[in-house]
């Protein structure tokens, strides 16, 4: 097959403060021909789903070498994780027709060479945007966030934050499956909603309209907390400190309120990890992939039997995609935020 | 034995800031009789040395029930770790003429109703002071701290704040017997000293000296630090996150630049935490009493064979004990402080 044309996203420079729209722009490279080049290893791909993740922000800002993922190249288009349909393989494991997801580009074609950290799809028995999503990477961050990280027990208490969220909301139910009582945080009434009558949640509460962080979290967790799930940081880490249970744990997956501000806030309730004898572990998705097989085993029949829901935030079309992305920093999307490109 | 008078110390109130001598006094408590009462289960006690510990500065502050440790009461003695020597004994664990460490209070003779939290010294060819120490709470703390909590491998980086401290010492030989790379920060000349010189530190160095943190850190880690075994907090700590390696590991023991602020300083590079998969954990000594006999037949011979050493400040006399106590934490002492109240 032969592309002579490709549209991409590219960013225009290094971004500080809150991402906009206008940070990156839609171009349509020229090319004569793209194809995989004679001898590649390396895959073709059509794009069909990209994924807006907020750890994509990190990459957005200038950086030592040596971080855990490398930034974007200004002028380059924007990488992330996606699903794709192979076109043309250089790599005996992926064939023409075989649909993939794993790290791509922004942009209607990519040629992937890191073919190493691409996983074939097997089962399209399901919407191929979950690819990106409860059947990606923040499926496995969930999944091994609470049940390898947080040393989940039946009957303990578990604070989620931005709960509605590509992985919040499966933390909620992987926990609520286990016997588990949760609690969910998100930033609107719409999303608030969906944690209590969609997702399962025990209890979920607006943090904008709690003016005390802390006394919301007394509300709600009268005993305190055994496990908080982190996805946030900043004042509600601060406040969630306050409230741990005797050796709670707290799985940091992220902590997207202060990925935009030039210092982040400082915390100052760490002291009371020690009187409660609290674990608290960074952890990245990454570290896990070896459990993916396991965890499709436990995900797919679970979605199959409409015990695990996931919600998407679909918008469709790359020239939607630079909007989607800034918006997921500003708590725009209801659920996990996805780029259609092309449906095939 | 019947005794007509009992020197104590007292908390005067509730204190706020740095401790001052003067907010103990020292009172004679006139008595007929101090005897065990009739039907006691308790054991009374000749105190004969007092430990002087950071975590004492939580005590003093009036604080909601349901903290680990109670505060102290204004007008009674201050209580705390000590080795006394029984004088009648309630409880038939002990006899007269034995001596134990625990729980007692800041007095000549106390009467010890909670017997459970007494240990019964059976080997007295070491200094008994040590069982304020090494063979008590701090060593506890630093054997369980270092070994159980930080999962420590021979080859590691280790950095200790506090380092000369009653805990910090020991962590930093733990560390060098295992086979690690150990550098201690402790507050002057003398202490830095100690570790380089005394202690087998294979650096130190004097925090205060210090005008980025961040770049003395990167000076004795270029590689980046495997465990940190934190007592200190604050600053320390936002220095110490920069500079920690993949999968690293923080145990909290303590934080003493943060006991006497009225609103401690905030931490602001809890981020690093994700990228690197750090795991931080707050630990009591307590917890890993059931340990003691274990930690007692490893250090013990250690000990007598010279392979650990120990330093102790030691200052004569119940009088002497509240400035003992308030120098801990200006960093006066040198090495773990005791206050002698008498030989025996």
């Known amino acids: 097959m032969e592309v002579t044309s490709n549209k991409q996203v590219i960013l225009r420079d290094y971004v500080t403060g809150f991402p906009k729209e206008s940070d990156m722009q839609l171009v349509t490279a020229a090319t004569t021909e793209l194809k995989l080049p004679e001898g590649s290893n390396g895959v073709l791909v059509k794009n069909l789903y990209l994924s807006c993740d907020p750890y994509m922000r990190g990459r957005m800002t200038k950086r030592e070498p040596g971080s855990y993922v490398g930034c974007f190249v200004p002028g380059s288009p924007i990488t992330g994780y996606g699903v794709a349909k192979v ?9 023409e027709g075989d649909f993939v997801w794993g790290m791509t580009g922004w942009e209607e074609y990519s040629l992937i060479t890191a073919t190493q950290a691409l996983f074939k ?7 191929l945007s979950y690819y990106t999503g ?5 499926g496995i961050t969930a999944y091994a966030g609470f049940h390898e990280v947080c040393s989940p027990k039946k009957g303990e208490t578990v604070f989620v934050s931005a709960a509605s969220g590509a992985v919040g909301q499966l933390v909620g139910q992987f926990a609520k499956l286990l016997g588990c009582c949760v609690v969910g945080s998100a930033g609107s009434k719409e999303k608030v909603d969906l944690l209590r009558n969609k997702f399962g949640f025990d209890e979920a509460f607006n943090y904008k309209e709690e003016p005390n962080l802390d006394a919301a979290l007394k509300r709600y967790f009268p005993e305190g907390i055994d496990i908080y799930f982190e996805n946030v940081g900043g004042k509600m880490l601060d406040a969630v400190l306050l409230n741990m249970r005797m050796n709670g744990r707290i799985a940091i997956c992220g902590m997207i309120s202060q990925y935009n501000l030039e210092q982040t806030e400082g915390v100052h309730n760490l002291m009371s990890l020690i ?13 896990y992939y070896h459990l993916y097989g396991k965890f499709l085993e436990t995900v797919l029949p679970a979605i199959k039997e409409g015990k695990i829901i996931y919600v998407e935030d679909v918008v469709e079309g790359l020239e939607s995609a630079p909007g989607a ?4 920093f500003a708590g725009r999307n209801v659920g996990k935020q996805v780029v259609l490109v092309s449906r095939d």
Chains 1, 2 share one sequence.
Do not use: N, Y
């Open 134 to 138: 409860i059947l990606g990477m923040p």
């Open 275 to 287: 009187s409660k004898q609290v674990r608290m572990q960074g952890f990245v998705a990454f570290s």
């Open 87 to 95: 076109l043309e393989s250089g790599d005996p494991k992926f064939k």
């Open 325 to 328: 992305l800034a918006g997921l």
């Open 121 to 127: 799809i097997h089962d399209i028995d399901v919407p």
